[in-house]
């Protein structure tokens, strides 16, 4: 019995059970199976030329059955919808008959990849490929190559590589690939029995699997078509991921003392003002980003009357989206609030290093003044130096979290005496600032990474990197030198984001896929930052 299967789509679910036929089931008992079957033969012959048939058969060593093949099969050229085949599953055999006859003069490749497994442990067959021709030759075009991440060098894995003749209208934005693979587990690929010519390729993590480019996917791309010829150098693509769209608000939560508006993607900067008004600094100090950007916190504050305003939120690729606002604050405002913001020690530390810091975790927003202390550092009892920003400490982006810059000659303790007018909460309410005792040692929590960069451009941005690529610290403006203190014991990694053209920017990916990407440098080496350890004189070269 016949299923009727459309090529461009592989409806049929894998393992399917034809009507009338019998269960296929593990026998019970014996040895385990560990032996793939392998293709005893086919019809036609894996190779042959002038083939007139409508249908494709292949038998196996051993009983079989499909799995994933929706996933699995691969068939190039693609072959049109309206050209559906049949698919009839045996013990030892599967066979594809398809409505209409095939194109001529075109070579077909058939790759089933690990669709076809056996019965019993479910061994998939390997190289179960049917190269063949309706014409008097088969074709002998051939890429191959990889495809990596360019932002951490990943292998992408599974990423459909697809062609496009130069010359057809057919695009990856709104047609299937003419021809296609799959990239292995180690980003590698292959694609063999191509018609000679030139063509556009691409490289897809086609998340929608409708193979076509839809943003967020990640995409390679190549800016010229390339020539197919049965030689061709090794190419190496570097997926992106292109960003034409605005940012766009996905939820809005109202609270007593804050009001939140979520984005679909993070944001790398923003603006607020009153509508009909231009944005004040007082009220931008009340909002902050949070999760990565992707969160817009609004404190509530005598700056920030409850109503509608006006909201620029930017992206790192910088795109702008502008949407009116209409904030507002539910109820009274708690009362832990109102008996004063409380703070924290990271990391409730009794030592600390001379020369390391100190850091002060703040529940809600503060402004930090910079005309005058924020407080004073009592070295041994007896000297009293006071501290200003940014010399002896930073605020970070969402004004939570206050670092203190030791580098203190004491011998025994310190005292940092925090000033109470000088750190205030964007809130309006009343902090209860304690002092802060420790003792000090010569043993540092934290580690140090330096060097030096050798390089011929003139732009770029250094960034220090945790294990998962998260952005730890950056250095923007081209440094020739580096150093990166007081890091967190760890694994890091050093990427460079390069600004090839100089206009003061690092350019990803073309929504439009036709400019390529500005380079990155991945050191390849990562660093193990231990505590009181210095990674010192590394060079960077690019």
Do not use: H
């Not at 931008?284 to 950007?293: D, V, Y």
């Amino acid at each position: 019995m016949f299923v009727r299967v459309s090529p461009a789509l592989f409806l049929l679910p894998a393992g399917l059970c034809l009507a009338g036929c019998a269960a296929i089931s593990q026998p019970e008992g014996g040895a385990r199976d560990t032996e793939a079957p392998k293709l005893v033969s086919s019809n036609p012959k894996n190779g042959a030329t002038n083939v007139k048939e409508q249908n494709i058969r292949l038998e196996f060593s051993e009983s079989v059955q499909l799995k994933d093949l929706s996933k699995n099969l691969l068939i190039t050229p693609t072959i049109s919808e309206k050209n559906p085949y049949k698919l009839r599953e045996e013990r030892r055999a599967i066979e594809l008959r398809f409505e209409k006859p095939l194109e001529p003069n075109t070579t077909y490749v058939f790759n089933f990849r690990g669709a076809v497994v056996d019965i019993t442990e479910s061994n998939p067959a390997s190289d179960v490929v049917l190269a063949f021709s309706t014409g008097a030759a088969l074709d002998s075009g051939r890429v191959r190559g990889s495809v990596t991440q360019l932002l951490n060098g990943q292998p992408e894995a599974e990423a459909v590589i697809a062609l496009y003749p130069a010359a057809d209208t057919a695009d990856i934005f709104r047609n299937p690939p003419y021809y296609q693979t799959r990239a292995d587990k180690g980003g590698q690929f292959e694609l063999r029995n191509v018609r000679e010519g030139s063509y556009r390729i691409y490289a897809l993590v086609d998340k929608n699997n409708n193979s076509r480019y839809e943003e967020p996917e990640r995409v390679a791309y190549l800016p010229q078509p390339i020539e197919l010829r049965p030689r061709l150098d090794t190419l190496r693509l570097v997926s992106v991921r292109p960003d034409s769209r605005r940012p766009l608000i996905l939820s809005q939560q109202t609270g007593p003392d804050q009001f939140r508006i979520g984005f679909n993607e993070g944001l790398q900067q923003f603006t607020l003002a009153a509508l009909g008004q231009p944005p004040a600094p007082a009220l931008a100090e009340t909002a902050s980003l949070l999760e990565r950007g992707r969160t817009l916190n609004i404190l509530r504050a005598p700056a920030v009357p409850a109503g509608r305003y006006l909201l620029t939120a930017i992206d790192s690729a910088g795109n702008r989206g502008v949407d009116t606002v209409n904030v507002r604050f539910e109820g009274q405002t708690p009362a832990t609030s109102r008996r004063g913001a409380q703070y924290q020690v990271v990391g409730n530390p009794r030592d600390v290093y001379r020369q390391g810091q100190l850091k002060l975790q703040f529940l809600a927003p503060v402004r930090v003044a910079t005309d005058k202390p924020f407080g004073r550092l009592v070295e041994d009892s007896v000297t009293r130096r006071p501290l200003r920003l940014p010399a002896d400490g930073t605020l970070s982006p969402d004004r939570t979290l206050l670092t203190v810059n030791l580098n203190t000659r004491a011998r025994t303790g310190i005292v940092f005496v925090p000033d109470t007018t000088a750190i205030l909460a964007i809130g309006g309410q009343p902090l209860r600032l304690r002092p802060v005792r420790l003792r000090v040692t010569d043993q540092a929590s934290t580690g140090t990474i330096s060097g030096t960069i050798n390089t011929k451009y003139r732009g770029f941005e250094l960034q220090l990197l945790d294990q998962n690529y998260q952005i730890v610290r950056t250095v923007a403006g081209g440094p020739r030198t580096f150093r990166f203190d007081n890091v967190d014991p760890g694994t890091y990694r050093l990427r460079v984001l390069i600004d090839a053209d100089n206009d003061g920017r690092w350019r990803g990916g073309d929504p439009k896929l036709r400019v390529p990407a500005e380079p990155v440098y991945l050191l390849p080496q990562t660093q193990q930052v231990r505590a009181n350890w210095e990674i010192e004189n590394l060079v960077l070269t690019f």
